[in-house]
């Protein structure tokens, strides 16, 4: 449900965290903001399931439009002033573009080797791994239409559940285990 939100605007929350912290406390901070995330999902899945039992399965739609809102607001209650918008897109510091005074480009990403491996494993991934909790879903719904929301949500309250800690983990400990390990653990 809430994960959707995540992939389209986590890149740019990521950009953001990175203008506000800065590279020395990025990882750590990523790790927070994702358990946090997970945390959101885990309780967005809740509070569908149990509204979606009691009035039905079309509360879960007005209920995620206002996370939706309550989520604009929270980004736009940002000071402006406390994002380094250089450092956030990447102009200096550690993931500098050698010294120029603008971004890279597009190009860049679809040059870069170890990057396309990595979004091909992604990629891949998502392909295969999408589509199950959905088929759930599906042979949910079929035994009663009405009720096959609230199980839904458990399921996907227990991936989020597993997936708070996991995420406090990797924050804290990739800038020390690096992070080819993780993503080889992960996959």
């Not at 986590?10 to 358990?35: D, M, Q, Y």
């Not at 956030?88 to 491996?117: D, M």
């Not at 392909?127 to 458990?154: E, H, I």
Request: net charge positive; charged share 10%.
């Amino acid at each position: 449900m809430a994960h959707a939100a995540g992939v389209v605007f986590g890149p740019a929350l990521a950009a953001v965290t990175l203008g506000i912290v800065g590279n020395r406390a990025f990882t750590n901070r990523i790790g927070r903001n994702e358990s946090f995330n997970h945390a959101g999902n885990a309780f967005a899945a809740t509070a569908a399931g149990v509204l979606a039992y009691v009035w039905g399965p079309k509360v879960v739609f007005y209920l995620l439009a206002s996370i939706a809102v309550a989520s604009i607001i929270s980004v736009l209650a940002i000071p402006e002033r406390s994002i380094d918008h250089d450092l956030a897109r990447g102009l200096y510091g550690e993931l500098s573009t050698g010294g120029s005074n603008h971004p890279s480009g597009v190009f860049v990403l679809l040059t870069c080797r170890p990057l396309l491996i990595f979004a091909g494993c992604a990629i891949t991934f998502h392909f295969a791994n999408a589509a199950m909790l959905p088929l759930v879903g599906q042979k949910l719904a079929l035994q009663d239409k009405n009720l096959g929301t609230s199980p839904m949500s458990a399921c996907i309250v227990a991936a989020q559940i597993v997936m708070v800690p996991m995420a406090m983990l990797v924050g804290a400990k990739a800038d020390l285990w690096g992070r080819k390990p993780l993503f080889l653990i992960a996959l």
